[in-house]
């Protein structure tokens, strides 16, 4: 038998995680992808303001102006609906003749790229995405800037990353590293956005992979202070009473955004699901959208454009009451219908928008509290039930006003709000279109129980197995007797040192090669490698080998190689069984223990104990 294939390292080889010296050219080029989102947030930014400028007011710009385009106070002019129909009409023919991948909201595109796509963004994409989600918003497009920015600085990443020899694993980690540092870069939100790669954007929970990205978004925070707004994006200087009355307010807000955000998230695909009904071309699309948003402007300029202005009048309690209803009625519509008909534009800043209006609304009803308070927590409520990411959004929350006091009540707000959504929906509205191609993920983290049980705790023993001194005659009569029989067994000397592996494959090929049947089964596997596993190695490393080396069953040896036990796939699939069991079966230990202790007293034995038997 020639050598077996057992690793030398033992327990001291074995860590809390993984991570090697790849982590130091990973952090290296996440300096660079924090570069690029800084760069890819400064262009899109200036694009939407041009855009929006050259649309509305017919000059050549990049000054913020009015929100939402409107071109003098009080309602535009009733030509202005044509203005989002004509940016729909060139994001048509862009998705259609350039990259159908600029259409939506950016984020589900990224996800879809890192989970199936081995984490490869083209350069039409990396072009194409900030182009036509600036032409959206600077028409008036309801959107915000953030899911554009995330698409174009992940696939500007992604560029980098094709530029070097890197596995999909690390590849992934710098694609997230770039969409993440665009969004700081945007909101200047680094912590925030380092929770978004976690809980959203990894799908693991692994040093290789957060500290790239959190190179790569403190890098993008510390440049954006030279190139866009150093201070928060929108200060919040309010006082917060911490008291059970208002923290019952909290809750409740929670809930109600909740609700909301599962209504925003069935808007959207409802509107999807019609224009996926319509006789036309889906490059048409866009241009109903397009309608609908320009009609929208004109009950509410306000709900326009990528709406950072109304974020900062409702943190200052300067909309309320009826203008606060309109524009969280107005801006959901036109929201819901603009992005259900695949245009390009992003979902975070609208659905801040939306949970402050709610909150802006719904504060008449909380107790008091400084003004704008209310609009915070609904504006965090809103991002955390809708995204299902709610320690994101209370970061969010923080680090956009700059008020770390607000933390306790956003993030109970987030985390109410996205009980809600996960007990009404199966899907999140970043989920359910790639749902709808066909794919299936799940964002619920754990640890592979594979990865941390060792061969020897998950091997069957004592084992069965033939002496290396049995003829291949003997051994075709044992594998055709009627009793049950395994595929394989492993072949042992007089020393108990394991000598091969038999199998069913082995029976039929000397039955069908007319083999001699005299020869020792000892001496037929001399010359045949044997795939073994240590009993000290992780069965995670046994379940790899299993599939690389094509074998159904692997022995387990000592470091002598004597044999110890054997491996099957049903046994690793019973480690898997005992994750399963954990979450579904049930027992109350107490009154179990109770019970055992009873039966087990000498009074147990006769009277009461003897009565109760003959009852059950």
């Known amino acids: 038998m020639k050598p077996s294939t057992r690793p030398a390292s033992g327990i001291a080889d074995l860590g809390d995680f993984t991570t090697d010296k790849r982590l130091f050219p990973l952090s290296a080029l996440a300096l660079l992808a924090g570069t690029f989102g800084v760069a890819a947030g400064w262009i899109l930014l200036r694009l939407i303001a041009l855009i929006n400028n050259i649309s509305y007011y017919g000059i050549w710009s990049t000054r913020v102006m009015q929100p939402g385009g409107v071109p003098h106070h009080g309602h535009p002019a009733l030509w202005t609906i044509l203005i989002p129909v004509a940016g729909a009409v060139i994001i048509g023919i862009m998705a259609r003749y350039g990259s159908e991948k600029i259409r939506g909201h950016g984020i589900p595109e990224a996800i879809e790229a890192i989970m199936l796509g081995n984490a490869r963004l083209d350069l039409k994409v990396a072009i194409l995405k900030p ?169 509410d300029p306000l709900a326009l454009g990528v709406g950072y ?20 009625l107005v801006k959901s519509v036109i929201w819901s219908v603009a992005l259900g008909s695949g245009t390009s534009g992003g979902v975070l800043a609208p659905l801040l928008i939306m949970g402050g209006a709610l909150g802006a609304v719904l504060a008449p009803f909380m107790p008091h509290a400084a003004p704008g308070f209310w609009a915070v927590v609904g504006m965090a409520a809103m991002m955390g039930g809708t995204m299902r990411s709610p320690l994101t959004s209370t970061l969010f929350a923080v680090e956009l006003t700059g008020n770390h006091l607000i933390l306790l009540p956003v993030i109970t707000a987030s985390m109410a709000s996205m009980g809600v959504t996960v007990l009404l929906m199966k899907r999140s509205i970043l989920t359910e279109k790639i749902a709808r191609r066909g794919h299936h993920l799940t964002r619920e983290y754990s640890v592979d129980p594979l990865a941390i049980a060792r061969a020897g705790e998950i091997m069957a023993t004592p084992v069965e197995t033939l002496g ?149």
């Open 468 to 616: 290396s001194d049995m003829s291949i005659g003997d051994a075709i009569e044992y594998f055709l007797a009627p009793e049950p029989r395994h595929r394989a067994y492993p072949v042992t000397d007089e020393n108990g040192d394991l000598a091969g592996l038999v199998s069913r494959a082995d029976i039929l090929a000397w039955i069908g090669n007319e083999a001699d049947r005299a020869i020792p089964l000892g001496a037929a596997l001399a010359h045949r490698r044997v795939v073994t596993a240590w009993e000290g190695e992780m069965a995670i490393t046994v379940a790899s080998r299993m599939i690389t080396e094509d074998t159904p069953r692997i022995p387990v040896v000592d470091h002598e190689g004597r044999l110890q036990g054997i491996i099957s796939r049903a046994d690793l699939l019973r480690v898997h069984h005992r994750v399963v069991a954990a979450e579904t079966k049930r027992e109350r230990y107490f009154r179990r223990r109770a019970a055992i202790i009873a039966e087990t007293s000498p009074e147990f034995a006769s009277g009461e104990g003897a009565k109760m038997r003959q009852v059950e």
């Open 309 to 328: 202005p109304d974020i900062a009048k409702l943190l200052a309690g300067g909309l309320v009451g009826a203008a606060a209803i309109r524009l969280v």
């Open 131 to 299: 182009i036509s989600s600036a032409i959206s918003i600077g028409t008036g497009g309801p959107f915000g800037a953030e899911g554009p920015i995330i698409m174009t600085g992940g696939a500007a990443a992604s560029l980098l990353a094709q530029c070097f020899s890197l596995t999909d694993a690390e590849r992934k980690t710098l694609l997230v590293a770039g969409a993440c540092a665009g969004m700081t870069a945007v909101f200047g939100t680094p912590v925030a956005a380092i929770l978004l790669a976690v809980e959203l954007l990894l799908f693991e929970w692994k040093p290789r992979s957060v500290l790239p990205v959190a190179i790569a978004c403190i890098t993008a925070a510390i440049e954006r202070r030279y190139v866009l707004t150093p201070a928060p994006l929108f200060p919040y200087v309010g006082n917060v009473i911490i008291d059970p009355l208002h923290a019952l307010g909290w809750v409740g807000l929670g809930l109600i955004a909740g609700l909301g955000s599962a209504l925003l998230t069935m808007m959207v695909y409802a509107a999807e699901d019609g224009f996926l009904k319509l006789p036309i071309h889906w490059m048409w699309w866009p241009v109903l959208g397009g309608v609908v948003v320009g009609i929208g402007g004109i009950f």
